[in-house]
């Protein structure tokens, strides 16, 4: 009696190769990062320090540019926020879950004034009836119709969520200086540009 006919071997499936794991930001998001950060810090600083000139050539000058640096802040802001949405962050690093449900909270915190500082300056400086002329050359179309009391509540909630953005900044830098000088953990290396 001859033994049955096996049938041929089946190839083995092909084992799956994981992905590496990111571990550091990608070359846009870096740029993204920095510029937004320069950019932000910049504006700040002449938006504090134009608040208390006196009505001159000089602080018309300065709100022009402050205001032409916070539509460029929302444009690039809207920009990051597709591309984070589309691409992944690196793992977050080992730590306990309160700092890592803070460091996500004051990110995503961080989005949301990105976008509530200049779309309330936008609004304020519609209502004051000054229209913004982007680098005098892209007139935008007024947020909200002129109104004089509008307008000075406007101006508190600009100061409110531009004082609240620099407050978010500086828990950001804290965090980071945590990270590089207590943990020495690398953080810092992950949205630094050049071999990891």
């Known amino acids: 009696m001859t033994p049955p006919v096996l049938p041929p071997a089946v190839a083995a499936a092909p084992t799956p190769v994981a992905k590496p ?3 550091r930001y990608d070359g846009l998001a870096m740029a ?3 510029l937004l950060a320069l950019l932000i810090i910049g504006t700040f600083s002449v938006g ?3 608040s208390d000139l006196p009505f001159s050539m000089t602080r018309l000058k300065l709100f022009n540019w402050h205001k032409w640096a916070g539509v460029t802040i929302l ?3 809207a920009l990051r926020l597709l591309w984070r949405l589309a691409n992944r962050p690196p793992a977050d690093l080992p730590m306990p879950g309160w700092q890592k449900f803070g460091a996500h909270a004051v990110h995503w915190l961080l989005y949301a004034a990105f976008f509530a500082v200049p779309l309330s300056g936008w ?3 519609s209502a004051a009836g000054f229209p913004i002329v982007w680098f005098g050359v892209l007139q935008l179309p007024d ?3 002129p109104d004089k009391a509008l307008a000075a509540t406007l101006k508190e909630v600009h100061a409110f969520f ?3 953005l620099g407050l978010l900044v500086l828990a950001h830098l804290g965090a ?3 990270h590089v000088v207590i943990d020495k953990d690398g953080l810092l290396k992950r949205m630094l540009p050049g071999r990891a």
Do not use: R
Request: hydrophobic share 60%; glycine share 4%; proline share 0%.
């Open 21 to 23: 794991v990111k571990t």
């Open 32 to 34: 993204f990062h920095w």
């Open 48 to 50: 504090w320090y134009m």
């Open 75 to 77: 444009a690039l802001s």
């Open 123 to 125: 609004a304020y400086s």
């Open 143 to 145: 947020f909200v119709a």
């Open 162 to 164: 531009a004082y609240g």
């Open 176 to 178: 980071v200086v945590k």
